[in-house]
Every structure is written in C-alpha cells, then in structure tokens.
C-alpha cells in the first residue's frame, strides 16, 4: 500500500477536520476529565489497532492522549492510516 500525496490527505482530512497532517503522520489529541477514562480510551484504541493489525503511537499526559498514525513501511500516511483514524474516531466516550 503506497503512501498518499499531501493532496491526497489533506483531500481526505476533509472529512476529518479533528485530524492533522505534520510530517509524515496523522495527528490528534483526545482529552478526557482524569487519568482512568484516558487510560481506558488507550485500551480501546489497542483492541481496534490490534485487530487491523495497525500500531498508532500514542502518548498520554494525565487526561490527555495523543495519537499519531503513519505507515512506517511505506514512508508516510497510507489508506491504513485513514482506516484506524476512523475506527478510532468512532470508539463511544472519546
């Protein structure tokens, strides 16, 4: 799966306006009103990665979880990318 052309994202992060594109990955922070309910978001973010087979990178600070997706395979953000920001964005209590 080749990686997308910057036209190509930022056509597609229309439909995403939450997301960013620095570099060559995908961006978003979700915060949350205390530690627990971040923490449990990750989880949920773990489960959905693991079944597509795709890894965000991910940071927490207390109530705040930053995800950064990008295809290191490919160089850059592909399809795979775009398919997680969505399962990620579709997880209930975000």
């Known amino acids: 799966m080749a990686a997308l ?10 439909k995403m306006p939450e997301w960013s594109h620095a570099g060559k990955s995908l961006h978003k922070k979700f915060m949350f009103n205390s530690f627990m309910p971040a923490i449990a978001f990750v989880n949920k973010v773990a489960e959905v990665a693991e079944t ?3 890894h965000p990178d991910i940071t927490i600070n207390y109530s705040q979880v930053g995800i950064s997706l990008s295809t290191h395979s490919e160089g850059g953000v592909t399809e795979k990318d775009f398919e997680l920001a969505g399962k990620i964005d579709a997880i209930p209590g975000q």
């Open 5 to 14: 052309s910057k036209n190509e994202i930022h056509e597609k992060l229309r």
């Open 52 to 54: 597509l087979g795709h």
